[in-house]
């Protein structure tokens, strides 16, 4: 017997994670999606299911246990799932002795290894080996392609659970224990909205409160590799380093984020770093940049792709680099600190939002953890 009846709004990887959550713990839920599938943020990425990137608590475990949860997901539904890590590079001495640094501070929490430009180059046939002093991996990464899962799922999904999914069907009103679309009603026990980056649709004061903005990223597809020929692991460039809160921990990232707002300060201006995922088609996803306001022109600006792929060619080099296509993705981004927003405007009714460029990796982990506190 179904412990009540649950609307998620939104079918991007927020609500594909909330739904999931709620209908193992017994509950019947409803997806309402404005579009007939998922087209923002969540399909407009690496594919990268990243725990490296994350600090230590509450974040990281989230990201481990949403790294089983795609797994067996992607095992279920046939799709492809590739679990390389990730080889962060050094090309100076003080983007080196970060990596030092991190090896040395996480040895006893993270499947990190300390590699020497033999082991670097081993690993991967990508790398460029001019110039290059050190290499960080990390097998804790997997590869998906989010295309193919964040469409496949919500078949998947519906197959093993009791989940339905609505599409074209934009909500208008959320009331007590009632949602409202453009051409029907629904009755729900609970319900979680899940929007993205379309945030002002349903209780933007609540969003403007949590001064959320619209991040804005560019980001390219190169084709095919030749011969079935595999990069190995996801690669990193060194401005990478400076990006994610995990590698606080290494005492000298101050002096390396130094040395690059005084030699690359147009890159931390557009927040680049760089880098580069191979899904199963052997496509290679490069990026990206990090635009942040409350509306983005929607097109994208030559110079910064030119940016990337320079920066891309100092530490990776391709046999097919091809460009099939370049892209932008947006998504809500909380600006106070926070790394999600996850609230209650309403009695049984619950927003859960603003997870950044850190869906793929966090979603599935901290959407069972929200639902177990309030089912």
């Known amino acids: ?34 579009n007939h ?19 230590t608590g509450e974040l990281y475990d989230a990201a481990l246990r949403s790294r089983a949860i795609w797994e067996e997901l992607c095992r279920g539904a046939g799709i492809f799932h590739d679990p390389v890590g990730s080889l962060h590079l050094a090309y100076h001495d003080d983007e080196a002795l970060v990596l030092e640094e991190l090896c040395h501070a996480y040895k006893d929490e993270r499947p990190f290894q300390l590699m020497k430009p033999d082991q670097v180059l081993n690993s991967s046939p990508a790398v460029v080996p001019e110039g290059l002093i050190s290499g960080l991996y990390s097998s804790s990464e997997m590869i998906v392609d989010p295309r193919e899962a964040i469409w496949a799922f919500p078949e998947y999904l519906s197959s093993i659970y009791p989940i339905s999914f609505k599409w074209g069907e934009s ?19 609970i319900v979680v909205i899940c929007s993205g980056m ?57 002096a390396l984020k130094s040395r690059y707002e005084a030699e690359m300060g147009d890159y931390l201006d557009w927040g680049i770093h760089v880098m580069v995922s191979q899904n199963g088609k052997g496509e290679l996803t490069i990026g990206d940049s990090h635009e942040y306001g409350g509306t983005h022109d929607p097109f994208d600006k030559g110079f910064i792709n030119e940016m990337i792929l320079k920066y891309l060619r100092s530490f990776a080099r391709f046999r097919n680099e091809e460009l099939l296509e370049s892209w932008n993705g947006t ?34 982990g901290l959407a069972e953890k929200l639902v177990a506190g309030i089912s």
């Open 198 to 254: 379309e945030f002002e649709t349903l209780y933007p004061e609540i969003f403007a409160r949590e001064i959320a903005v619209k991040c804005k990223l560019q980001m390219m597809r190169f084709g095919p590799q030749p011969d079935n020929w595999r990069i190995g692991p996801a690669l990193c460039g060194g401005l990478s380093l400076i990006h994610y809160h995990s590698f606080r921990a290494a005492a000298s990232l101050a």
């Open 331 to 364: 998504y809500a981004k909380l600006m106070n600190g926070n790394p999600y927003f996850f609230h209650s405007p309403a009695k049984d009714v619950y927003v859960f939002n603003g997870i950044g460029g850190n869906g793929m990796t966090l979603s599935f």
């Open 1 to 34: 017997m179904s412990k009540g009846n649950v609307i998620v709004v939104g079918a991007g990887i927020v609500g594909l994670a909330t739904s999931r959550a709620f209908a193992a713990r017994g509950y019947s839920v409803t997806v309402l999606e404005r």
């Open 171 to 189: 909500v208008t009103e959320v009331g007590e224990h009632r949602v409202k679309t453009a051409g029907a009603s629904y009755d729900a026990d």
């Open 37 to 55: 599938r998922a087209v923002g943020a969540s399909i407009r990425n690496f594919g990268m299911v990243w725990p490296v990137g994350q600090p």
